[in-house]
């Protein structure tokens, strides 16, 4: 079957791999059907992830809206024909840490995604023509008639990790909250925060174009490129900073701006992947200014999937308006390129399998 696969920094190509197949009784194997590409495979794709991706050998992609052609024997929902999708990670439902809600760490897995290189199981990617799923039961889910397949593709990762980065943040009507990173999860959050009402809604970001995103959304824009965002967001919020941050930019400078724009007894929820071991941030300020800080950005996306699928069954959310590009899987680089680069106001990228 054809694979994208990582080749080094800022290459990938469709490649030629073995067919996945059914290696233990609870796995089914799925065709691809729609992939797409997160923020979190530009990590792997800068060749910001060090060992964890293999040139020649990591396949990529967490995303997946699925059709079901091999089953297990010891699988009992699902069956040949039927639409599936999974949360970027594998979890088995029985371990302490899937019982305790926290189904990104499964001690069963270790951790386990997919296309997420050596470090986490080194998994088939989704941005391929088959994957194996493994502990299907446990994790993956059947995609109702209601959702089209573009619609499912949010429900593996970006809808999830926004369902449970805002749901950290406490919010009344009178609440001045701000969305740091307007890319596709970042516009979710913003989608999402909106439908609950705070006074003031802030979106910052560099992009001019994802910014007029938010605008459109109904935020008030900032630009981290232009000016010092800190003194901005203060100026809107009578010199206090924001009751609350939801950050999706997952830098280390981006959680520096979080820390500067809120105020003290504030929330700054983390949907954001932090790579970076050490970076300075000053634990006076955080400590000064009662800060409440919960980073999610290793996001349990199985405990938040029932969420996301009703949000896209009831249309309290649309994720598909957030695609800009469908492209086939053999046009993968071009598609990653335009990600990265934000080329032709690229946001989300869907590839097509056929
Ligand atoms: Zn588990
Ligand atoms: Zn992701």
Known sequence: MRAVVYQGARQVSVENVDDPTIEAPTDVVARVRLSSICGSDLY???????????????????ELAGEVVEVGSNVSRFRVGDRITVPYSIS??????????????????????????????????????????????????PVPESITDEQALFLSCNLPAAVHAVS??????????AVLGCGPTGLLAVQLLLRRGPAQLIALDEDPARLQQAEKLGAHPVSTSDGDP??????????????????FVGRGPAFTTAVGITRPGGTISGGGVYLEQDHPVSLFTMYLN?????????????????????????????????VTHRLPLGDAAEAYR???THDDGALKQVLQVP
């Open 44 to 62: 792997l794709y800068r060749g910001e992830a060090g060992d964890l991706a293999i040139p020649g050998r990591t396949s990529l992609g967490h």
């Open 338 to 340: 335009l990600f990265d």
């Open 230 to 247: 800190v003194e901005a967001v203060k100026e809107l919020t009578s010199g206090r900073g924001v009751d609350a941050v939801v950050e």
């Open 290 to 322: 009662n800060l409440r800080i919960q980073l999610n950005g290793f996001s349990n996306a199985r405990t938040a999937l029932w969420d996301a699928l009703r949000l896209i069954e009831t249309s309290a959310v649309d994720p598909t308006a957030l």
């Open 168 to 177: 950290e943040v406490p919010l009344t009507g009178s609440s001045s909250v």
């Open 92 to 141: 088995c439902g029985t371990c302490f840490f899937c019982r305790a809600g926290q189904t990104a760490h499964c001690e069963t897995t270790g951790k386990a995604i997919y296309g997420f290189g050596v470090g986490f199981g080194d998994m088939g990617g989704t941005q391929a023509e088959y994957v194996r799923i493994p502990l299907a039961d446990a994790h993956a889910e």
